[in-house]
């Protein structure tokens, strides 16, 4: 059973930086990749980024050089470093964990899933 805990959320005005992390316990196979999603009151849950067993990354068009995905060596901590903040990206955010390796933004693609922290950016 995997269990994905996130942490580092919070309120900050536009412009501002944010780092969150998702503690990993539990069998993850080096198989495995990893995401952060968010989901805005009343919308639906958008992927934001992704990285797969190879390092390699794949972000939503609308936080592309502003977010850096990572992990560390041992795939123990995923990270999500927010720089630039918008209004439009409050919202919970959430770590997951694909099984069986998919390299997607779309959410039904994972199917482990924190419990969320929530960033809030205010103008």
């Known amino acids: 059973q995997v269990q994905l805990v996130e942490s580092g959320g919070g309120s900050v005005q536009a412009g501002g930086s944010l780092r969150l992390s998702c503690a990993t316990s539990g069998y993850i196979s080096s198989r495995y990749s990893m995401g952060w999603f968010r989901q805005a009151p009343g919308k639906e849950r958008e992927g934001v980024a992704i990285i797969n067993r190879n390092g390699t990354t794949r972000y939503s068009v609308s936080v592309k050089g502003r977010f850096t995905i990572s992990q560390d060596n041992a795939r123990i901590t995923l990270y999500l470093q927010m720089n630039t903040l918008k209004p439009d990206d409050t919202g919970m955010y959430y770590c997951?964990?694909?099984?069986?390796?998919?390299?997607?933004?779309?959410?039904?693609?994972?199917?482990?899933w924190g419990q969320g922290t929530q960033v809030t950016v205010s103008s």
């Open positions: 997951a964990a694909s099984e069986n390796g998919w390299f997607s933004l779309r959410p039904e693609m994972f199917n482990y």
